[in-house]
């Protein structure tokens, strides 16, 4: 099983976790993300969002994060399923799922994984506002929230 989608198509959440804990009688937790296009963003409606990536070199960024929650983390199974291309506001946009034996590895390793997509993910995402349409630039917020891991990036201008 995959641990890491690119995909252009909607997931299904409820398919996604019984894949994933399928056969393993360990797993006592699951913890899932799922992250949407927002309708707001720096103050302006947002209709639709595009997302690109550079296949390959994407995919390989995030197994390496899955690595690095996986080192840092007793989980027993992980998988990050990300869109591209055009999606609308609302539209399911990334979902990262997490298993471990016990709630609280689980809930941390979700939550580095999601700090880690954030900053060092190589997806670029254009926002379609009233105003037109606008590249979105990194943020002090999210590279602060990486740093809390030990992690240092500075994407943010």
């Known amino acids: 099983m995959a641990r890491v989608c690119i ?9 996604e976790t019984d894949t994933l804990r399928a056969e393993d009688g360990g797993v ?9 296009v927002r309708e707001h963003s720096s103050g302006q409606a947002v209709s639709r969002m595009e997302l690109e990536h550079y296949p390959g070199m994407t995919e390989a960024a995030i197994e390496a994060m899955v690595d690095a929650a996986f080192a840092r983390f007793d989980i027993r199974a992980a998988k990050v399923i990300h869109r591209v291309g055009t999606l609308q506001a609302r539209e399911q946009i990334v979902l990262v799922l997490v298993t471990s034996a016990h709630r609280g590895q689980a809930f941390q390793a979700c939550e580095f994984l999601m700090d880690y997509l954030k900053t060092q993910a190589p997806f670029w995402k254009k926002e379609h506002t009233p105003d037109g349409a606008h590249w979105v630039d990194a943020r002090v917020a999210d590279d602060a929230a990486l740093a809390r891991w030990g992690i240092t990036a500075e994407n943010a201008a």
């Open 7 to 15: 995909q252009t198509e909607d997931f299904d959440v409820g398919t």
């Open 28 to 36: 006592g937790a699951v913890v899932a993300f799922v992250g949407t």
